[in-house]
């Protein structure tokens, strides 16, 4: 058969079902289309696929290529796989570098996670820079030990635990999407990055509450006022860090003393009116002003961030350089004025158990004491006990406010 022959029988617009050879056939349909047909035997049943439609256009088969295509599909029935059912399969994404997976992992944790931002902000620091332009099947384990090994090597044991878990998330999904066969970070365990993560018992005395913000007044230019005044208020209110910081003006009601903290913006997705202290409301007071007129309580310092208020990680790093740590890669450490005040060192969350401690020490019943935290009431008495103690909670947070300021003036 030839191109001339093929176009005299299409001329003649009749239905044709010609042998080419090896189950290959020209066949011409009842509407007058010309395609190409093999016929094969798979699991004993005799069946037929479409491999495309004769022509010269870009989209077409011509007939010097139609012999080429059939022994393709050849070769798949030969590795066991029916090419009907290969068709009817869904096509494999197309995703290049680590990064291109990624992205569309960053999106599901948008969509599915109550703070994406964390993990975004993991990967764009730690994973990223290492791999993420290479290509997802020439990553290997030694790739993922290397990204954990290095964060857990500059002190960061739990971002190091954090990295790896979310390693692992993104090569299941590129295994999912069929870019891999298995995933490199598999292997890999938390005793090879930060180790197991062991429960922080850190809380302060009010005698170190004391000292604490004695320093952190004395050295107001590394520690700016707008700090100085978030960590009190973690300390008095006990409220989250993310909570306080991300929180909004109208929210806060300064006449009726209280901050309506919204399902949203609390981890136990449970609404909540704090009761704001008497001797707190100068703070807010100073706040609002400070603020310039932005919705947000503690508003972001640098236009250029994409989001309004401030970073994570701006009272982290504002304390850990008090305590001499290196924060940044280009910057040299501080001196460590609380270590040499005396004080045993305490990172931002550990405010939260000291709010609960002293609570405990000021003679706050347990379940009050945890109200105030917006707790949960464990056990059957939380399932039947409703109450929000306001005016319990009111009591005792004006009670540890008026002990922590008198020692803070």
């Known amino acids: 058969m030839n191109d001339a022959q093929l176009k005299a029988l299409i001329k003649k617009g009749k239905p044709v079902n010609k042998s ?6 020209f066949r011409i349909s009842e509407e007058g289309t010309p395609f190409w047909v093999l016929r094969y035997t798979f699991n004993k049943k005799r069946k037929q696929y479409t491999i495309g439609r004769y022509g010269n256009k870009a989209d077409e088969i011509t007939l010097a290529d139609a012999p080429d295509k059939a022994a393709e599909v050849r070769k798949l029935i030969k590795d066991g796989k029916d090419p009907v059912l290969e068709r009817k399969r869904p096509k494999k994404a197309k ?20 703070h994406p931002h964390i993990p975004a902000r993991v990967y764009k620091k730690e994973i990223f820079p290492r791999i993420g332009q290479l290509a997802v099947s020439d990553v290997e384990p030694t790739d993922i ?20 878990a979310y390693c692992k998330q993104i090569f299941d999904r590129a295994v999912v999407e069929s870019a891999i066969k298995y995933n490199p970070a598999a292997a890999i365990s938390i005793k090879h990055a930060g180790g197991k993560e062991k429960a922080r018992t850190r809380k302060l005395s009010f005698d170190e509450v004391e000292i604490v913000f004695k320093v952190l007044s004395e050295n107001s230019d590394q520690f700016t006022r707008e700090n100085y005044i978030a960590l009190l208020l973690l300390l008095c209110l006990g409220v989250r860090k993310g909570e306080l910081i991300s929180a909004k003006w109208q929210a806060v009601d300064l006449e009726k003393k209280t901050w309506l903290l919204m399902p949203d913006g609390t981890k136990t997705e449970a609404e909540i009116i704090i009761p704001l202290p008497d001797k707190l409301i100068a703070l807010f007071e100073e706040l609002k002003v400070r603020s310039l007129g932005s919705d947000y309580l503690f508003p972001n310092r640098r236009a250029s961030q994409r989001r309004k208020y401030i970073s994570d990680d701006t009272l982290n790093h504002a304390l850990a350089k008090l305590f001499g740590k290196k924060v940044g890669s280009k910057n040299k450490p501080f001196p460590n004025v609380l270590g040499k005040a005396g004080i045993e060192y305490f990172v931002v969350h550990d405010l939260r158990r000291t709010c609960r401690s002293l609570l405990s020490s000021l003679g706050i019943p347990p379940h009050i004491a945890e109200r105030c935290l917006n707790h949960k009431i464990k056990g059957v008495e939380g399932i039947y006990d409703r109450h929000d103690y306001f005016e319990e909670r009111k009591e005792a947070l004006e009670k540890l406010a008026v002990e922590v300021m008198c020692r803070v003036n």
């Open 145 to 164: 030990l290397a990204i954990v090994e290095s964060i857990n090597d500059s002190g960061r044991p739990t971002i190091s635990n954090d990295a790896l």
């Open 20 to 25: 080419i050879g090896r189950g290959l056939y």
């Open 95 to 114: 995703f290049k570098t680590v990064d291109d997976i990624a992205q569309k992992w960053l999106r599901i944790c948008e969509r599915d996670l109550k």
